[in-house]
Structure formats: structure tokens, C-alpha cells
């Protein structure tokens, strides 16, 4: 009998492990969602490395040798054990043309930038006169409350 209690006993003791550990997990994803901020689609995209910039031409490369193949994976790992065994000079080209995306990039970004700084000062210039024709309309109001009490009044 002390045996069939211990093994009734172990089988609590996991439900409750196995509910402990579905909760933990739970718990540190929902701030992670909350923390996120929306993307902008008006941001300039990050400029590709030299590996992709390599890629762009390896597949179409590969596709003309394998034509019957169409598995991603085979064409990725062929490509990137083709960029391993290239020299720094056979690298060069793309790493040049990657520095040239990259300042182009740079530029756009500073163009971003400038344009997302001036649309929040506007819109705190804008907020902030709003504000204060709310205050003014309020102060307005509680003026003209006042003198018609003292109307009545009299």
C-alpha cells in the first residue's frame, strides 16, 4: 500500500510542477508585448550587408546551375560556404558596395530624423495652444456663471 500512495503522490507533484512551469513563461511574455513600440512605415530600411549583397547574386547564379531545385535552405548553406572560402578580395566588391548603401542609408535617415523632430515640435506647439483655449474657454464660462447668479440676485 505505501507503495501505491508514493506513486499517487509523485503524479500530484508533477501536475503541479508541469502547471508551474506553463505559468512562468506566460508571465514574462505579456510586458515584452506591452514595452514594443508600433514600426514606422515611413522609416528607411537598414541597408543589407555585404553577405546579402553577395546572395543577390549567388541565387540567381545557383537557380541558372540547379534549375529543378527550389529548397531555400540548400541554396543558403551553398552560398555561405561559397562567401567563407572567398579571399578578402573576392569579398572587396560587395563590401564596397555594402559602405555605399550604408552612407546612403545615413543620409536618408538624417533626412528622417529632421523631418520626425519638426513634426513633434509641432504637434507640442499645437498641443500646448490647445490646452490653453481650453483654459481660456473654462475661465470664460465659470465668468459668465458668476454674473448672471448675481443678476438673479438682485
Given at each position: 500500500m505505501k507503495g501505491a500512495k508514493s506513486k499517487s503522490e509523485s503524479k500530484k507533484s508533477d501536475s503541479r510542477l508541469s502547471v508551474k512551469k506553463r505559468e512562468a513563461p506566460a508571465q514574462k511574455k505579456a510586458p515584452a508585448k506591452k514595452a514594443k513600440e508600433a514600426k514606422d512605415p515611413n522609416k528607411p530600411k537598414r541597408p543589407a550587408s555585404a553577405f546579402f549583397i553577395f546572395m543577390e547574386d549567388f541565387r540567381k547564379q545557383y537557380k541558372e546551375k540547379h534549375p529543378n531545385n527550389k529548397s531555400v535552405s540548400v541554396v543558403g548553406k551553398a552560398g555561405g560556404e561559397k562567401w567563407k572560402s572567398m579571399s578578402a578580395?573576392?569579398?572587396?566588391?560587395?563590401?564596397?558596395?555594402?559602405?555605399?548603401?550604408?552612407?546612403?542609408?545615413?543620409?536618408?535617415?538624417?533626412?528622417?530624423n529632421k523631418k520626425q523632430a519638426e513634426?513633434?515640435?509641432?504637434?507640442?506647439?499645437?498641443?500646448?495652444?490647445?490646452?490653453?483655449?481650453?483654459?481660456?474657454?473654462?475661465?470664460?464660462?465659470?465668468?459668465?456663471?458668476?454674473?448672471?447668479?448675481?443678476?438673479?440676485?438682485e
Open positions: 578580395a573576392e569579398k572587396a566588391p560587395f563590401v564596397a558596395k555594402a559602405e555605399k548603401r550604408k552612407s546612403e542609408y545615413e543620409k536618408t535617415m538624417q533626412a528622417y513634426v513633434k515640435h509641432v504637434e507640442e506647439d499645437e498641443s500646448d495652444k490647445s490646452k490653453s483655449e481650453v483654459h481660456d474657454d473654462e475661465d470664460e464660462d465659470d465668468d459668465d456663471s458668476g454674473e448672471e447668479e448675481e443678476e438673479d440676485d
